[in-house]
């Protein structure tokens, strides 16, 4: 026994010496980093200084040639990399060999509720963006989806700031391991696109850190992310681009960045007070004369005028140098050279859509269908062969291809099944960049292309209604007008219905929409997003059954725009170009959950082919202290018959506090997969400060003493296990 135990502590003894190299070697790393920051500075002329911190052309950066410091290359791609642009217009370079893969969005990305599918797309944005010889790649968005109109909700992740931090974490540090910066954006409170480059948004300092910035602190402190993209709007005042609090106070001193803050292109609007608080780069748009932009020739202007002394030009630069060495930019021999369309990330772009699915109901257990026995169906919706790739503007991807799910059906089942497929509705939009006015007119219904899709499903066993959004809905620089389902689609459905008791409808959208209108008249409706390059494929998979959806919501269904918070009380999208986040902390589920307000359907709801049974919740002991860790354990079973996935989601409520808390919130969740009658015993960890709610009185978090309910479930609304827990 003693022979064991001086074991165990020369063990110990290795481990910590081990863990004191390594830590020393890294200390060593960094000094070398910055001393050879310092000597680059120290040989750069004032010009060469500021040519780094802003842009020569769309999507570049000059370099210093002569110092062997390289043009830095950016690119658009939250879901993909970007096709070529011109280097001084909007147009495409036209070249051959930049097709990419296309990913589902990020609001599909969060509705897989799987970190590991995070990971693995960064995997796969870092190769394909190094192949292009990318430096940085704009992504990703992180921003709350606070109201269902906002025209970027498809490329953000969720209303939920734990399920936001949890995938955009991996996502970066995949993606940074293939030596590209990533840009988490939009810093801060981009949560609608109309008068996005001049609204001033106000919220409380609550609402702000509990709310608004823990996306940005995991992605900055966890994720390590190596930049930052400032927003268009304004905050308490001052532009995102120039505000002191926000960078210097937050983003540099509480979060301890050290990367580089830019803006979002054409979103600075000062030199001064930009480089004072902390602006490192400006990206623009249609200023054609580089040399004349606020961090050009007016910087220097005002570094030999004394207005921005010239240790403020060395900081952003330094912030620069720092970037590049990390991305090994200057001139390492061992870094990622990438690769494009492999086998491998097709396959990831279809493991995204297919676990994206999320199963709305299934009456009846419609699904899956048996392809096996059908002999007929009808496909029906222009969405059922719309390709959605190439829109959404500064998210639209040039894809290798892009299946529909028509092409995938047909392809799956056409030899044995008869498909018959009728259009249904017309795209009545039109596309009008900077505005929602080609929405107008769109609920025209076109009783021809009825009259067809009603004749199809008349002689096929089972409908299939592809309906939902395009891109001229879900879409950078403007909100959608409405959150009904336009061209007319709630008439298509209510007659297909009529004369096809098994009718299926799959909506693509990256955003809400109205549901009330179906839920009654079909008995299933799946989820399936902007699916990417395999939308199709994934989707008929889903479909018949041989992948079992996964997928839970990533934000609230309302059953109408007026049941969600920012409409309720009146301040989407604001007035006189200010906008009141008075609703403060209770977005999304929060709102309609503490409110007691029904929605169509919950915050991380989803449906399965099989069925799961979530055991007692335990803890590891029924009080604790402030700095301690709460070990929560359950089991989790497929009672079913089916292969399947479970999401369990662990919320935590204060039912008595001195301040107003939410009725429950996220604080943990894991995704188990389990073969039929398998069960798992399932530990997460929530610390007891995650418990806390910002103290605006004290300017600090504060866990008051006291009982906490622990909710265990599979959606915020469908809670199945609580236990309380005493915090001294």
Not at 123 to 148: C, H, Q, T, W, Y
Request: aromatic share 8%.
């Amino acid at each position: 026994m003693k022979i064991r135990r001086n074991l165990i502590k020369l063990l110990a003894l290795v481990f910590l010496n081990t863990g004191a190299v390594h830590a020393q070697k890294a200390i060593t790393q960094e000094t070398i980093q910055e001393q050879k920051i310092h000597s680059l500075i120290k040989k750069m002329t004032l010009r060469e200084k500021v040519g780094l911190l802003h842009a020569n052309s769309k999507f570049y950066v000059s370099g210093v040639k002569r110092l062997g410091i390289p043009e830095w290359a950016l690119s658009d791609g939250p879901h993909g990399v970007r096709a070529e642009i011109n280097r001084h217009d909007w147009g495409y370079s036209g070249w051959t060999n930049d097709s990419a893969t296309c990913f589902p969005p990020g609001t599909a990305l969060a509705a897989s509720w799987n970190p590991a599918l995070a990971y693995e797309r960064g995997l796969v944005l870092g190769e394909e963006a190094r192949f292009r010889r990318k430096d940085i790649l704009l992504g990703p968005g992180v921003n709350i989806i606070r109201s269902p109109l906002c025209g970027r909700n498809f490329e953000y992740l969720s209303e939920d700031p734990v399920l936001i931090s949890r995938m955009a974490v991996p996502y970066i540090k995949a993606l940074q391991s293939k030596d590209v910066a990533g840009s988490v954006k939009h810093w801060l409170a981009n949560n609608q696109e109309e008068n996005r480059g001049t609204v001033n948004v106000l919220m409380s300092e609550r609402a702000l850190r509990e709310i608004y910035l823990p996306g940005f602190k995991s992605a900055i402190v966890e994720g390590g992310v190596l930049t930052v993209m400032a927003a268009y709007n304004k905050f308490r005042g001052d532009w995102c681009s120039e505000n002191e609090y926000l960078n210097r106070q937050i983003l540099r001193k509480e979060f301890g960045f050290k990367g580089v803050l830019m803006t979002d292109w054409d979103a600075a609007h000062s030199t001064v007070k930009a480089a004072l608080a902390g602006l490192d780069l400006e990206m623009g748009t249609d200023i054609k004369d580089y040399d004349q932009w606020y961090f050009a020739n007016p910087l220097v202007q005002a570094v030999e005028e004394g207005k921005v002394p010239m240790s403020v030009v060395d900081e952003k630069v330094a912030n620069v140098l720092r970037v590049m060495m990390q991305t090994k930019v200057l001139g390492d021999k061992s870094r990622e050279k990438g690769v494009m369309n492999t086998p491998a990330h097709q396959q990831a772009a279809y493991n995204s859509a297919a676990e994206a699915a999320v199963l709305l109901q299934n009456n009846d257990n419609l699904l899956p269908l048996n392809f096996n026995t059908l002999k007929s169906v009808a496909v029906i919706g222009d969405n059922a062969t719309r390709k959605h790739c190439n829109g959404g503007l500064s998210s639209e991807i040039k894809a290798l291809y892009e299946v529909t799910p028509l092409e995938a059906l047909q392809k799956k089942f056409g030899n044995s099944v008869q498909i018959n497929f009728a259009q249904g509705y017309e795209k009545q939009s039109i596309f009008k960049e900077g505005s929602n006015s080609g929405q107008s007119n769109t609920d025209k219904v076109d009783w021809k292309l009825i009259n067809e899709a009603v004749e199809a499903a008349k002689k096929s066993e089972v409908a299939i209604i592809f309906a939902g959004l395009n891109h001229d809905f879900d879409t950078e620089s403007f909100d959608r007008q409405h959150m009904r389902l336009p061209y007319g689609q709630e008439t298509l459905i209510r007659e297909v219905a009529k004369v096809n008791p098994n009718t299926v409808v799959v909506i693509i959208a990256g955003s809400p929409v109205e549901l009330g209108g179906i839920v009654n008249r079909v008995p299933s409706i799946v989820w399936a997003w902007y699916g990417g390059m395999e939308a199709g494929n994934a989707v008929a998979d889903v479909l018949s059954g041989k992948v079992n959806p996964s997928g839970k919501m990533p934000f609230t269904l309302p059953v109408s725009l007026e049941q969600s918070p920012a409409h309720a009380l009146g301040n989407f999208p604001g007035r006189d170009l200010k906008v009141n986040y008075e609703e403060g902390i209770l977005v999304g589920y929060r709102w309609f959950d503490t409110k007691k307000i029904a929605p169509q359907f919950p915050f991380g709801h989803g449906l399965s082919y099989t069925s799961f049974e979530l055991g007692a919740l335990a803890t590891d002991k029924a009080t604790y202290g402030k700095d301690e860790v709460i070990h929560v354990q359950f089991t989790v079973k497929n009672t079913g018959t089916r292969y399947g996935a479970e999401v369990a989601q662990l919320y935590v409520s204060d039912p008595v506090a001195t301040v107003l808390r939410p009725a429950k919130e996220l604080k943990a969740f894991e995704k188990v997969f389990l073969q039929p009658g398998v069960t798992k015993t399932v530990t997460l960890n929530v610390k007891v400060a995650d418990l806390a709610f910002y103290d605006e009185s004290k300017k600090d978090w504060n866990v008051e003493a006291g009982d906490y309910i622990l909710q265990l479930g599979n959606s915020s609304g469908n809670i199945a296990q609580t236990l309380k827990i005493t915090v001294q």
